[in-house]
T-cell receptor, first 113, second 115 residues
Framework: GENVEQHPSTLSVQEGDSAVIKCTYS??????FPWYKQELGKRPQLIID?????GEKKDQRIAVTLNKTAKHFSLHITETQPEDSAVYFC????????????FGTGTRLQVTL | DAGITQSPRHKVTETGTPVTLRCHQT?????MYWYRQDPGHGLRLIHY???????DKGEVSDGYSVSRSKTEDFLLTLESATSSQTSVYFC??????????????FGPGTRLLVL
């Protein structure tokens, strides 16, 4: 099955700096890669996603890049703000009868003033 | 937030007792999923459903069963709860598996403690 590794497990940046979180996946058939943000005690919420036919996608301060050859994808947050502090999860889904997501183990992002 | 509710939101039970968690959706989405979330493991898929009475196993299905008799309800049962099943359980739904429709939306979660 799919295996997703996520790094780093914790990340501390100063407000206004950029943050980058990286994930690798093992199944070359994976074709959908969402990123979720989870605040303490809350549900995971989708912040951006990318499909395998696209190399990069951007939404305001958030961008995701995908390298299919190397089987890795990254989340980039620019101009970080305190409200960006949360745990971020990457995920990947392969082919099949349902979008069976395999998640990374999460990155705790702390944005300091 | 998508129209997903989970019940109960918190539960404390004893080892060996059966426990049923309920996920209810008002979105009429075809696909429903149960995940568990544990520190250091992220979210792991327990079971999923791709239609009424159509279910399949995820990566951590041992000790769990599911049922879906109606589009809107997906039940997760711990046949005989063990301490290793102490976790936060999330239900998720998605409309389809096609491009643009595969986004999974999560419910608020159920915090389960097995003593």
């Amino acid at each position: 099955g799919e295996n997703v590794e996520q790094h780093p497990s914790t990340l501390s940046v100063q407000e206004g700096d950029s943050a980058v979180i990286k994930c690798t996946y093992s199944d070359s058939a994976s074709n959908y890669f969402p990123w979720y943000k989870q605040e303490l005690g809350k549900r995971p919420q989708l912040i951006i996603d990318i499909r395998s036919n696209v190399g990069e996608k951007k939404d305001q301060r958030i961008a995701v890049t995908l390298n299919k050859t190397a089987k890795h994808f990254s989340l980039h947050i620019t101009e970080t703000q305190p409200e960006d502090s949360a745990v971020y999860f990457c995920a990947a889904t392969g082919s099949g009868t349902a979008s069976k997501l395999t998640f990374g183990t999460g990155t705790r992002l702390q944005v300091t003033l | 937030d998508a129209g997903i509710t989970q019940s109960p939101r918190h539960k404390v039970t004893e080892t060996g007792t059966p426990v049923t968690l309920r996920c209810h959706q008002t979105e009429n989405h075809r696909y429903m999923y149960w995940y568990r979330q544990d520190p250091g493991h992220g979210l792991r898929l327990i079971h999923y459903s791709y239609g009424v009475k159509d279910t399949d196993k995820g990566e951590v299905s041992d000790g769990y069963s599911v049922s879906r008799s109606k589009t809107e309800d997906f039940l997760l049962t711990l046949e005989s709860a063990t301490s290793s099943q102490t976790s936060v359980y999330f239900c998720a739904i998605s409309e389809s598996v096609g491009p643009g429709l595969e986004t999974q939306y999560f419910g608020p979660g159920t915090r389960l403690l097995v003593l």
